[in-house]
T-cell receptor, first 116, second 115 residues
Framework: AQSVTQPDIHITVSEGASLELRCNYS??????LFWYVQSPGQGLQLLLK??????LVQGIKGFEAEFKRSQSSFNLRKPSVHWSDASEYFC??????????????FGTGTLLAVQP | NAGVTQTPKFQVLKTGQSMTLQCAQD?????MYWYRQDPGMGLRLIYY???????DKGEVPNGYNVSRLNKREFSLRLESAAPSQTSVYFC??????????????FGAGSRLTVL
């Protein structure tokens, strides 16, 4: 069965430090890949997505993610974290054929805390 | 620029009571979804509607019903609430991108507590 794993439940980084959040997936073919961010008490906002092409994708708020087929990973990175980045981050995957509206699978999330 | 609007934002129910969560989107999206979010479990799909007039079960449909009232509105009903339905509920909508992927837009969530 398809699955998404975010191995880190909780991460704390210092403001200004670099960040990498891990995401691994289990899927028969290269899926569509997403990262969403959820601020406290808010809904989920799309940070970035990978459909095809360049394996390094840029998103909003200075985030980027790299798709590595050999490792079945789609890790999220940011070179310098700001206090406002403290949120919960969700990786998600979906089949790479059109119309699969019910097949988006979410990871369990990584809660990011930022120390001053 | 409302996007996806959910009501109510908070609700407390007693076991056995019924209620309906309302969701409306103004982006002319065809597909709409209801998810629940529980600690340590991510988001799980309850029901979805691929297009107006159709609804289908997701991963955790038991205890819920839905209605796709029109293209804009998709409601979730709990007929007899149970404590296990205490959760945060998210409505979302999507449209197929040119690449064939659905990109979801989420509402702000509805926090439901069942006593």
């Amino acid at each position: 069965a398809q699955s998404v794993t975010q191995p880190d439940i909780h991460i704390t980084v210092s403001e200004g430090a670099s960040l990498e959040l891990r995401c691994n997936y289990s899927y028969g073919a290269t899926p569509y890949l997403f990262w969403y961010v959820q601020s406290p008490g808010q809904g989920l906002q799309l940070l970035l997505k990978y459909f095809s092409g360049d394996t390094l994708v840029q998103g909003i708020k200075g985030f980027e993610a790299e798709f590595k087929r050999s490792q079945s990973s789609f890790n999220l990175r940011k070179p310098s974290v700001h206090w406002s980045d403290a949120s919960e981050y969700f990786c998600a995957v979906a089949p790479n054929y059109g119309g699969a509206t019910n097949k988006l699978i979410f990871g369990t999330g990584t809660l990011l805390a930022v120390q001053p | 620029n409302a996007g996806v609007t959910q009501t109510p934002k908070f609700q407390v129910l007693k076991t056995g009571q019924s209620m309906t969560l309302q969701c409306a989107q103004d982006m002319n999206h065809n597909s709409m979804y209801w998810y629940r979010q529980d600690p340590g479990m991510g988001l799980r799909l309850i029901y979805y509607s691929a297009s107006e007039g159709t609804t289908d079960k997701g991963e955790v449909p038991n205890g819920y019903n839905v209605s796709r009232l029109n293209k804009r509105e998709f409601s979730l009903r709990l007929e007899s609430a149970a404590p296990s339905q205490t959760s945060v509920y998210f409505c979302a909508s999507s449209e197929l991108s040119s690449s064939g992927a659905n990109v979801l837009t989420f509402g702000a969530g509805s926090r439901l507590t069942v006593l």
